[in-house]
C-alpha cells in the first residue's frame, strides 16, 4: 500500500460538486457530501469519461456521457454499468485532504 498523499484542503471542495485531481498518475475525483470527503477513481466504467465532470446528488456520481451513476461511499454501481469504481481511503488532517492510492 502506498503512502497517502495530500491533493487539496477541505475548503477547496464544495459540498456535492465533484472535483478531479491526479495523485501521481492516477486520476481521482473527491466528493465532500454532508461533511465527509470520498476518493474514487475519475474515470467511468462505462465508457471514458470523467466522473469529474459529471454530477453528484446525495451520494451518487453520475457520469456526464451516459448516466452511469456510482455510490461515492463504496464505489458500486446503481445505474447503466455494470462495473463498480474504485474507491480509495480518505483521511482529513488539520484541514488537509490525503487520499491513499493503490494500484489495481
Known sequence: MSEPSR???VADLLDGEPKGFKVGEVP???THVDGTCYATHDVCTHAYALLSEG???GHVIE???HG???DVRNGKCLAVAHTDVKTY???VVRGDVYVTVTEP
Do not use: N, S
Open 63 to 65: 457520469c456526464p456521457l
Open 68 to 70: 452511469a451513476k456510482y
Open 89 to 91: 481511503p480518505v483521511q
Open 7 to 9: 491533493v487539496c484542503a
Open 55 to 57: 454530477f453528484v446528488e
Open 28 to 30: 481521482i475525483v473527491l
